[in-house]
Each structure stands twice: as structure tokens, then as C-alpha cells.
């Protein structure tokens, strides 16, 4: 039989992603790719394949999925209800999922983006030189009630291994640069800036995410223009009304608004992640630094694999040892489905 997953129900967000594209900025198609890269990294890691297979992006609420083969899966990102038969699976971790069993995946609980990892990733045909959809430019299409995703070849056989993550669902500070129209900002201005506690407005989709604040926007004097030119995510475009909007994965690739400041990188799943209502942060740090940071990012995120570890339970809750985890006639020792606790 083929390797599947079956949808049965989806929220309006769930979209196939993976890191996305490059080199087609040219062509007036931003990177896209997943809202937070490092929960790509997470799963693969914890699924010991590359950081590069698609997975199940799950924009607030996830859905109810079945395999039509026993399936290793790893659930990272903003966690989220979730349950396998009726049965609570634990969060930043990897599981057993037979075949025809059914995964249900709820609300967020915290952030804003959830992933669901398949062994083997998500086998559907690329575009571009990326599976990832693309709603924006057209490219592929939401999951949807009896969606038939195909499922790559298994690379590995390990279940029941978990990580610590970073805390990133929340909001807080967001580390910033200079970017092109900075210096166009009265230096009061971009001290205020710095200065105020924003709050992530309800309005934010895949390109972008508005910040609302107290008091008058920010404004360059006279009310200058600039001629549209290359954007990328990360950027802070100020609009009209003095509205920074921080611009993710699916960002236009070219735009007229002023621009105050950019977020760098390694922060822009923390500006993804942050749930309606979370409280944000901007914090000015030289180029020097940023490109250092950005280095020491990659380099962590390169040694997710490394910090993996089996999930622990309570003796006690050892109460068939046929409920385990049982590969190529070895018993692991670690149960596939882990119950919260």
C-alpha cells in the first residue's frame, strides 16, 4: 500500500512547508517556507532525517490525520492539543503512529504555528525547487478534508525521543538592525521605537504581522516616500499611519512603505510564534553583532540532532510492555505514544 496521510478535517491554516526557496527573489517570489524554521530543524532532528523534508504547517488549529502505514511522527512548534486514538501524545516529541490510527491535533496552546513531521516528510511533486505552498503566489493549496498526502521513504526507526526547545511563543525582545531608511527616522523617534511595548495585533497572516502600540505612530518628517525596492522577511515597514508591520515568510518582495528597522533572523519565529495579544520588544544591535549572532544560531541549530533524548516515564506507568516500541525484533524501552503527565 502506499505511504499516505489521510486529512479528515484541517483548520484554515494547515499548508504544506519546508524551508523554502531561494534564488527566486529575482523573479518576484519571496523565499516562503515555514513561519518557524528552527521547529523545522526540531523535527528532524528528532526524527534523525534532514531538516530540509516537508511537514504540516498548522496555523492555530490543526486537524484529525490517519496513515495508511504505520508512520513516525514528531509534533514541534507552538504546541497544541493533541491526542492519537483518544490517547494524549506529548509535544516536542516523537511517536509511533499506526496505520489507521487517528491523530488529532487541537487549538494552539501557546504561539501561533505548529508542525507535524512525517518519516520520510511530505512526498508531494516540487515547484520551484520547494514544496512549500505558497498561498500568495499561488502555488499549492491549503490541506483540506480529504486531502491524500503522499509520504516519503523512512530513514530511520526511532520513536519515543524528545528535545528541549527554545522559548519562543510568547513575544518579548526582538533583537533588530539598521536597515535602509533608518537613518531617516529622527534619532527621538527611533528611541521611542525602542522604547514602547507593542502589542502583536489579531491582523497577521503569512506575510506579515501588525504591532500595535500606544500613543502616535512613527513617521519620517515631511511625510517622505521611497520608490518601491527589494524587501525581505524580517523587515519592519511602517505605513501610513505610522503602523510597523514585521514582514515573515511570505513577505512581498518589493514595497514603497519606509522601512525603520529589520529583525534579524534567528529572532524571526519569536515574531511568527507570538499569539495574539503577546507583549513585543525591539532592540537595536549592530550589524557586527547580528551577523554573530546569525552564526551561533546556525551552528545550534545544526546540533539539534545532538541534544535529542529518550522521553522518560514513571515505572509505575510500564503496564504492557506490548504498548512499546518494538523495532526489528528489539524492544527500546520507550513507549511511542507518551502521555502527558
Same mark, same amino acid.
Given at each position: ?6 486529512? &479528515? ?20 517570489? #519571496? ?6 524554521? /528552527? ?20 496555523? $492555530? ?55 507535524? &513531521?512525517? $518519516? ?8 520551484? $525547487?520547494?514544496?512549500?505552498? &505558497? ?18 521513504? +523512512? ?8 528535545? +528541549? ?13 539598521? #536597515? ?29 504581522? *501588525? ?5 502616535? $505612530? ?18 519592519? /515597514?511602517?505605513?501610513? +499611519? ?9 513577505? /512581498? ?25 503577546? *507583549? ?13 549572532? &546569525?552564526?551561533?544560531?546556525?551552528? +545550534? ?7 535529542? *533524548? ?32
Amino acid at each position: 500500500m502506499t505511504r499516505a496521510l489521510i486529512c &479528515h478535517s484541517a483548520g484554515p491554516g494547515v499548508t504544506v512547508q519546508d524551508l523554502g526557496r531561494s534564488g527566486t527573489l529575482a523573479l518576484g517570489l #519571496s523565499r516562503g517556507g515555514a513561519a518557524d524554521r /528552527q521547529a523545522l530543524y526540531e523535527g528532524a532532528a528528532l526524527l534523525g532525517q534532514p531538516p530540509d523534508y516537508a511537514a504540516l504547517e498548522l496555523a $492555530g488549529f490543526g486537524g484529525v490525520f490517519e496513515p495508511t502505514q504505520d508512520m513516525r511522527i514528531a509534533l514541534t512548534g507552538a504546541p497544541m492539543v493533541a491526542q492519537i486514538d483518544g490517547r494524549s501524545v506529548r509535544w516536542n516529541a516523537s511517536h509511533l503512529l499506526s496505520a489507521h490510527a487517528r491523530l488529532s491535533l487541537g487549538a494552539v496552546t501557546a504561539g501561533s504555528y505548529g508542525y507535524l &513531521h512525517l $518519516g520520510g516528510g511530505v512526498a508531494s511533486p516540487l515547484v520551484l $525547487g520547494a514544496r512549500s505552498t &505558497h498561498l500568495t503566489a499561488g502555488l499549492g493549496q491549503a490541506i483540506v478534508a480529504g486531502t491524500v498526502l503522499p509520504v516519503g521513504i +523512512d530513514p530511520g526507526d526511532a520513536v519515543g525521543m524528545t528535545l +528541549d526547545v527554545a522559548p519562543r511563543f510568547a513575544g518579548g525582545e526582538l533583537r533588530v538592525t539598521a #536597515s535602509l531608511q533608518t537613518d531617516t527616522f529622527p534619532r527621538e523617534t527611533l528611541e521611542r521605537f525602542e522604547n514602547t511595548e507593542f502589542t502583536r495585533d489579531p491582523r497577521a497572516n503569512r506575510m506579515g504581522v *501588525k504591532m500595535a502600540m500606544p500613543g502616535q $505612530g512613527f513617521h519620517i518628517p515631511g511625510g517622505l516616500q521611497v520608490l518601491s525596492e527589494i524587501i525581505v522577511p524580517g523587515d519592519i /515597514q511602517v505605513t501610513g +499611519d505610522g503602523t510597523p508591520f514585521v514582514l515573515i515568510a511570505e513577505s /512581498q518582495t518589493t514595497g514603497g512603505y519606509p522601512r525603520i528597522a529589520t529583525v534579524i533572523p534567528p529572532d524571526l519565529a519569536r515574531a511568527a510564534q507570538a499569539p495574539v495579544g503577546a *507583549k513585543i520588544r525591539f532592540r537595536f544591535v549592530s550589524l557586527e553583532e547580528a551577523v554573530d549572532i &546569525h552564526r551561533r544560531d546556525q551552528t +545550534d541549530l545544526r546540533r539539534a540532532p545532538g541534544r535529542v *533524548k529518550p522521553l522518560l516515564r514513571e515505572p509505575a506507568d510500564l503496564q504492557n510492555l506490548a504498548e512499546f516500541q518494538l523495532i526489528s525484533g528489539a524492544t527500546s524501552g520507550v513507549a511511542p505514544e507518551e502521555e502527558n503527565r
